[in-house]
């Protein structure tokens, strides 16, 4: 650990626990990090990947910057590309168990993770180590899994809030299941982790990572946890199957019209998690009495695509969004957004249908009172009849308030859902 000018463990603490919602516990990180200096040994930072999507969004970037800070202070990364572990999938709040990927899917999707990853995360081979689990869980035979098994009991599996409501509500819940945390837990053993990053659905699992050490003989890890970010819509965390996601490697003008879209009152808790910017200016941009909301959004949208993109890119992305909305003017790429062919009733769609199915609307009842507002536009034409069937011909675009706007079409075959 060769930091010649590391600041002082006041100021690593200051910089480490920015946007952490827990830690267990504060206390033995810092001791944990007077004595990594005394040492000149780095931490050893873990973060778990399952490459169960191919595609990592602001939302999985909150805990990578929590990595990359460590990394800037002297700190080795170890990231678990969780390959043998996401052909199980993790239950976290799901009401139902994951279906089974192929050892094909899981690696197909780990491809794409580390390109996505090094967006955020410094590379070189002194700060970043990668690891498979299925380096050493694949190897284990029925007699190792038993062992492993024995270190927990089903009472304290049933405390975990999916477990338990899933139990409570008589869903079913099969004996892999409960083998997750213990194999998540099992890879702080083999790796030697000193800190464990995650968000808040992962607390258990990290927690039992703990356990696992401790039962080996080595110092448990300190866990620190991430709040879960919120989606564009507001209401649900960020999640590409709810398509309220912002992609860390989708195109500079899509990242910063998705940003420009969401509420105002989320602005401070994407300022803190997915942006560097310091806390006294943070508290200045989200301060209407300071700034307009709209001048702090594109302070926010444009930080985002410089992270991911450039600062030329941003100030062309920001430029671009301005011509769009104050001159009423479109891009000529503006965004495909598909149809199923089953929503049509002889070659046309429900108004309502379709806004709901391209994301613009959570429900038909709010798709309603946005077309009755006078706030959706079809193929050049406001329309404030929510009975109307529209036809996809010609790729019409929809426009939906002041930020929403696509082209709609009918999903071929190939076309990607």
């Known amino acids: 650990m060769n930091q010649p000018n590391q600041p002082d463990i ?3 603490m200051r910089r480490l626990l920015r946007g952490v919602e827990q830690i267990y516990s504060e206390a033995e990180l810092r001791e944990r990090l007077i004595r990594a200096a005394r040492e000149r040994r780095p931490l050893r930072v873990k973060l778990g990947m399952d490459p169960t999507a191919p595609d990592l969004h602001l939302g999985h970037a909150v805990v990578l910057r929590m990595l990359r800070r460590f990394q800037d202070l002297g700190h080795r990364a170890v990231l678990i590309i969780g390959d043998f572990t996401a052909m199980i999938g993790d239950p976290t709040g799901k009401k139902k168990t994951r279906p089974v990927l192929s050892a094909a899917q899981v690696e197909e999707n780990a491809r794409t993770y580390l390109a996505q990853a090094g967006k955020i995360l410094d590379t070189g081979p002194e700060k970043l180590e990668i690891r498979r689990n299925s380096q050493w869980l694949s190897p284990m035979n029925f007699a190792d899994a038993l062992r492993l098994a024995q270190r927990m009991t089903v009472a304290r599996m049933l405390e975990r809030d999916t477990f338990h409501e899933r139990y409570a509500a008589g869903e079913a819940i099969y004996i892999h299941e409960f083998m997750y945390p213990l194999m998540q837990g099992w890879d702080s053993v083999m790796i030697e982790a000193d800190v464990e990053l995650g968000g808040t659905d992962q607390t258990f699992n990290n927690l039992l990572g703990r356990d696992l050490q401790q039962s080996r003989g080595q110092p448990p890890q300190i866990v620190m946890i991430a709040p879960l970010l919120a989606g564009t819509d507001g209401r649900e965390k960020m999640s590409k199957s709810l398509n309220n996601y912002v992609g860390v490697s989708e195109p500079p003008q899509q990242q910063f019209g998705k940003t420009m879209s969401i509420p105002d009152a989320l602005m401070k808790q994407w300022f803190r998690l997915c942006t560097p910017l310091p806390e006294d200016r943070i508290r200045s ?23 991911f993109h450039s600062a030329a890119q941003a100030a062309v992305a920001a430029a671009e969004f301005r011509r769009r909305f104050s001159e009423g003017r479109l891009p000529d790429d503006l965004e495909m957004r598909f149809v199923d062919p089953g929503s049509l009733r002889s070659g046309r769609i429900g108004l309502l249908t379709l806004i709901k199915e391209v994301g613009f609307a959570a429900s038909t009842s709010e798709a309603r009172r946005l077309v009755e507002s006078g706030a959706v536009h079809f193929a050049g034409e406001k329309i404030i009849d929510p009975k109307l069937a529209v036809s996809l011909d010609d790729q019409p675009v929809l426009v939906v308030g002041k930020r929403r706007v696509c082209r709609v079409t009918i999903r071929p075959p190939c076309a990607p859902s």
């Open 285 to 307: 941009l989200v301060d209407p009495g300071l700034t307009h909301p709209r001048e702090a959004k594109e302070v926010l949208g444009r930080s985002i695509v410089e992270q």
């Open 10 to 12: 006041d100021e690593q």
